[in-house]
Each structure stands twice: as C-alpha cells, then as structure tokens.
Nanobody, 116 residues
C-alpha cells in the first residue's frame, strides 16, 4: 500500500524557516509529479509547489522566491524549504504524488504555524 508521510512542520516566528519532508513508501515507482498543497482555516486547499521527475518546478505566486521544492528520486522523497515565512503561510501542508497507473496520493498533512 502506497503511503506518503510528511514531517518537519511546527511553530516558527515570522521571517523564520522550516523544511518539510514527504517520503513515499510501499512502491518503488518514481512518481511523475510530487508536490505540496496547503489549506488555511476556512479556506480551500491551494497549490504551493510541484516538481516533476525531471525536476521541472512550479510555484504559487504567493511563495515564489521564498520557497524551494526539491526531490530525491532514489528515496522517493520530496522536500519543501520555506524561508522568510509570513503569518499568512500558516496552514496544514499536505504532500501530493501522482503516477500514471498508480493514481493520486495524499499525505495526512502537517501543521505549519507562523506566529510571534
């Protein structure tokens, strides 16, 4: 059974940094796309960033220049380095993975809170 397990969330002050990790288990298949979405209280889930197996990246405008997505294909793991965090970045961040023939997968989510 394929599982995505996130780690690295927590509480950080404005201007600080966090690094999220998401490891896929239960398959040796290299997902075509992996990425991160986030959902703030009372809001819809929004795209944060995605990365293909060929390392093509895509970012939401709100995080461009502050967040960096990367992946380790050998470990089937995707990372999100978040710098210059703002209060509006507070949300539950969920990992996402897609592969043809496997479908879509979501992690359980990790809370990121930016507050002084």
């Amino acid at each position: 059974q394929v599982r995505l397990v996130e780690s690295g969330g927590g509480l950080v002050q404005p201007g600080g940094s966090l690094r999220l990790s998401c490891a896929a288990s239960g398959t040796s298949f290299r997902f075509n796309v992996m990425g991160w979405y986030r959902q703030a209280p009372g809001k819809e889930r929004d795209l944060v960033a995605t990365i293909t197996s060929g390392s093509t990246t895509n970012y939401a405008d709100a995080v461009k220049g502050r967040f960096t997505i990367s992946r380790d294909n050998a470990k089937n793991t995707v990372y999100l380095q978040m710098n210059s965090l703002k209060a509006e970045d507070t949300a539950v961040y969920s990992c996402y993975a897609y592969g043809p023939g496997l479908g879509n997968y979501w992690g359980q989510g990790t809370q990121v809170t930016v507050s002084s």
